[in-house]
């Protein structure tokens, strides 16, 4: 089948080994979900923006109006004392409509960090889901091309385990009577604290012998523990 599990949020697909994923069916669509949920992130930041930038213009009149009243006041010296006292009501009523004003722009600033970030991460998704992609169809290229000779082709799937921007993460894929012609990354889990898209990069693999290797290009103070799976095929010897 295409794919067996979905993501918990926005039902993204997720790949089992015995997947068979399609760039115009659910990678397009995946690609989609993420399009639109990014779409209205923007589109919410907007109206909040839109509705602060209101309520700072109603202030700034009610604050000039207050100073012509408070100048008017200036020139009445019987009542000034009580119309000041009003005055000074009003004033502090406007600054704590400033005040809370304040408040929701930080909210709003907050709300537009936080669509900045989705979006950083669902370019990195892409980014890691692309190259996940690459490497799945290359190798169900070559499957392809082996299973015209069922009898001459061997599969295994072995687990990857270790740090990332350490080293590289090597793993044995010996098989007695065989020889590795391929390889590639099934899945992969990061153990983050924050999301990859904070820190960049991306992976390479190399099949050397009977040596798989993975390699992380991620900023060199990010560490993290990686745990995966890999299918290897193999011809006979």
């Not at 109006?65 to 000074?88: D, F, P, R, Y």
Request: net charge negative; charged share 20%; proline share 3%.
């Amino acid at each position: 089948m295409s794919f067996t599990n979905t993501t918990p949020n926005y039902k993204l697909p997720q790949y089992v080994e015995t997947d068979k994923p399609t760039f115009l069916g659910d990678f397009n669509n995946a690609m989609d979900i993420i399009d639109a949920q990014m779409h209205t992130n923007k589109e919410n930041a907007g109206e909040g923006i839109a509705s602060l930038q209101e309520a700072q213009t109603q202030i700034t009149e009610t604050q000039s109006t207050l100073t012509e009243v408070q100048k008017e006041v200036a020139n009445v010296s019987g009542i000034a004392s009580g119309v000041n006292e009003n005055v000074q009501r009003a004033l502090s009523a406007a600054n704590d409509a400033s005040e809370a004003a304040t408040q929701a722009q930080s909210k709003i600033e907050s709300a537009v960090t936080a669509a900045n970030r989705a979006s950083a991460d669902a370019q990195a998704a892409q980014q890691v889901a692309n190259g996940n992609v690459t490497t799945l169809n290359n190798l169900s290229d070559r499957v392809t091309t082996l299973e015209n000779k069922p009898q001459e082709i061997a599969t295994k799937t072995f687990n990857i385990s270790g740090k990332s921007n350490i080293k590289p993460i090597t793993i044995d894929v010996s098989y007695d009577g065989y020889t590795p012609v391929s390889a590639g990354v099934t899945s992969l889990v990061f153990d983050l604290d924050d999301s990859i898209a904070d820190r960049g990069g991306n992976f390479t693999t190399s099949l050397s012998e009977n040596t798989f290797s993975i390699t992380f290009n991620l900023q060199s103070y990010f560490i993290s523990d990686i745990a995966g799976k890999i299918v290897v095929v193999y011809k006979p010897n």
